[in-house]
Structure formats: structure tokens, C-alpha cells
């Protein structure tokens, strides 16, 4: 699973532990999903349950497929395993500087709910925690 290492640092500061992953991937209560062409790996989805509802983890495409669709069709994985077991809702963060997901998630039916202070490290930056509810729509 290298390939999911390698997306991992090229798009996230500070990139999650190798063993953060694989605890998420192995987790019975995560959802993970691969985009891949061929044999070349484009992106992955992380969505862990908690109960009833869904936290939206992780959603990385590989840097030069970015803007061609595939976190559409990541996102729609993980929202139709939220759909399938039944779960009321699925919130997330992001970072505030994010236009391009932030722009993603809204184009999917989510909504900002709040803003987190100093959320994120290397680089220091607030969050937007956005979420949907309501899903079936």
C-alpha cells in the first residue's frame, strides 16, 4: 500500500502516521475506498461510523488528477456507505484555506456549521467543520 503513503504526504500537512492509516483501514467501523485507473491508484476515501452518524476523515486524490472528478466520485462512495447503513448524518473538517474542497463539499450537499481556532498545525489555520444531514436527499 505504498501509493496511499505517497498521496497521503502529497496532500496533507502534517501527513497522518502510517500507522494512523492502517488503524482507519483496518478499523470495522471505517468505510475505505480506492479510485484507481489500471493500475494506478488516483485517490482514497476514509469515512469512519460512529453510531448514526459518519465522520468524513480523509479524501486524497494524487496532485496531477486533481479537478477531473475523482474526489466526486470518492465522495459519492462514502456518502452512498452512509446512505447503506443508515446513518442521520456525515460531518468533516477542513481547512479554512481549502477553497477547492471547501467548493467540493458544498457542491455535495454539505453546509459550514462552525469554524475551529487554530485547528490545524504546520501550518496553524482554523477549520470549517461542515456537515449534511438529511442524506437520502
Known sequence: ?????????E????PWTHGSIL?????????FAVARE???VLGFVILRRLVDVGELLQ?????DVRRSGVADLLLDAALGFVRENGL????????KSNDAAISLYVKHGFKPTRQRKDYYAEPLEDAVEMARGSIWN
Open 59 to 63: 479524501i486524497a486524490v494524487r496532485e
Open 23 to 31: 488503524s482507519e483501514i483496518y478499523n470495522a467501523d471505517s468505510f
Open 38 to 40: 489500471s493500475d494506478v
Open 11 to 14: 496532500a496533507f500537512s502534517p
Open 1 to 9: 500500500m505504498p501509493w496511499i503513503f505517497e498521496i497521503e504526504q
Open 88 to 95: 442521520a448524518s456525515v460531518s468533516l473538517e477542513v481547512r
